[in-house]
């Protein structure tokens, strides 16, 4: 099975509109994180917000929010007010076993978010 | 504060020939990570340091491939004999250890193998 799984692979939003790209995760570990990172055209990953297993509150940075809902195992990621720069494609990423030391990263397939002027 | 360095950005390859990478992680770090993305995939993991040990590799990484970090700062990823399923962008990052434990990547080596 997926660890991690994004269902839409492209996305086109109206300029200044929010946008919420979905992200679902398999675990059986009780402490995990889940990270969002933004991959525009030139190819560096770019860190947005992480959200950890037992943390009460949903992560926020700025427009980035993350919407936890641990019972479901999903962790979208909602930019609120897109602009023009938004426009990458956009992996979730999970890290299992915090408690154990586990250092590894597992990612998606992404979405291309595509910001419309 | 600089951010993680990779060298060469691109290279291109024959079949068979081997090839190095590079990445300078941020200063201060002291954990560094090796993944590999091809086109239209999220990153994989290939392995990870800290300081000078190599604590963790995938079985994505064949015995033609080799990584070190040999004084615990910079590390090179080595590829013998390549081969044109190794065309790929190799991606490097670092951290330190937080609450939040996000990596911080560098921009990349895109390897064409011909």
């Known amino acids: 099975a997926q660890k991690i799984t994004q269902t839409q692979p492209g996305m086109f939003v109206q300029e200044k509109e929010a946008v919420t790209l979905d992200c679902t995760y398999d675990?059986?570990?009780?402490?995990?994180?889940l990270f969002w990172y933004k991959q525009p055209s030139s190819g560096e990953m770019i860190f947005l917000i992480y959200q950890g297993s037992y943390d009460e509150q949903n992560a926020t940075e700025g427009r980035y929010s993350l919407n936890f809902q641990k019972a479901r195992k999903s962790a979208n990621l909602v930019i609120s007010a897109s602009q023009l720069g938004d426009s990458a494609m956009y992996f979730c990423?999970?890290?299992?076993?915090?408690?154990?030391?586990?250092?590894?990263?597992?990612f998606g397939t992404g979405t291309r978010l595509t910001i419309i002027p | 504060d600089t951010g993680v360095s990779q060298n060469p950005r691109h290279k291109i390859t024959k079949r068979g020939q081997n090839v190095t990478f590079r990445c300078d992680p941020i200063s201060e770090h002291n954990r560094l990570y090796w993944y590999r993305q091809t086109l239209g995939q999220g990153p994989e993991f290939l392995t990870y340091?800290?300081?000078?040990?190599?604590?963790?590799k995938s079985r994505l990484l064949s015995d033609r491939f080799s990584a070190e970090r040999p004084k615990g700062s910079f590390s090179t990823l080595e590829i013998q004999r390549t081969e044109q399923g190794d065309s790929a962008m190799y991606l490097c990052?670092?951290?330190?250890?937080?609450?939040?434990?996000?990596?911080?990547f560098g921009p990349g080596t895109r390897l064409t193998v011909t």
């Open positions: 675990t059986s570990d009780q402490s995990y994180g």
């Open positions: 990052a670092s951290s330190i250890r937080q609450q939040t434990y996000e990596q911080y």
């Open positions: 990423a999970m890290r299992e076993g915090l408690n154990f030391g586990n250092e590894k990263l597992t």
């Open positions: 340091f800290q300081n000078e040990a190599q604590l963790e």
